[in-house]
């Protein structure tokens, strides 16, 4: 039976590059589905070209190519991340940290109930979130082009890191600036304790990427 040559497995690599397949890891996962096919192929048909085999390949993946199976891709890196946040986080509340991790929580709660004027504390709070992200994002990007600039390749993985497996946008301070910044804001004990608990762990996702 006919067997794909490596300047053939090449091939499909350049053109899943040429379908708007840019990450590696995902244009790896399509080469190996679609050599397969075109094994399978010529099984029945060996004389069939190598062109010809790819083209009945794609015409498979329907009018919207690649761009179904890049978006599963990426959601179930997403899901891989987060998960790997969630054992991050029980392997990480373990003594003492977990004692140092309550202890934070209880001095910002302690903190936003002594203060009286809570807009200056949270200005506070969230400049630091802000410097906390851009740095996050800077060292990242840094370290991912170094990694590109290596193996001449780029990796939805990388990006799902910088992104933190989506939560990114659930932790997007912007989206919380109307309520802690709110003019009639009344402020609880309920209240100054979620908002405790939520920084504390803001600033823990971004210790688990550095870990």
């Known amino acids: 039976m006919k ?27 399509l080469v190996d589905h ?10 029945n048909f060996p004389h069939r070209s190598f062109d010809q085999a790819l083209t009945r390949e794609f015409k498979k993946f329907g009018i919207s190519g690649f761009y ?30 977990v004692i140092i991790t309550l202890f934070s929580i209880w001095t910002l709660y302690e903190l936003l109930n002594f203060v009286r004027d809570k807009k200056n504390i949270m200005w506070t709070f969230l400049i630091a979130i802000v410097l906390v992200h851009l740095f996050h994002i800077i060292t ?29 946008h659930f932790l997007n301070i912007g989206i919380w600036i109307h309520f802690f910044f709110k003019s009639d ?27």
Request: hydrophobic share 40%.
């Open 68 to 97: 179904d199976l890049v978006e599963q891709k990426t959601n179930a890196l997403n899901k891989l991340y987060r998960r790997q946040i969630w054992i991050y986080f029980k392997d990480f509340f373990g003594l003492p940290k």
């Open 3 to 29: 067997k794909l040559t490596a300047h053939e497995i090449d091939e499909i690599y350049e053109f899943t590059k040429r379908h708007y397949v840019e990450w590696y890891d995902v244009q790896t996962e």
């Open 185 to 211: 804001r009344v402020w609880t004990n309920t209240s100054e304790l979620i908002v405790s608990i939520g920084i504390v762990m803001y600033f823990l996702c971004f210790i688990f990427q550095y870990m």
């Open 34 to 43: 679609l050599a397969t096919g075109i094994e399978d192929q010529w099984k």
């Open 140 to 168: 990242s990007k840094i370290n991912i082009r170094i990694k590109q600039k290596r193996t001449g390749r780029k990796w939805l993985v990388d990006n799902i890191l910088i992104q933190l497996g989506g939560m990114a």
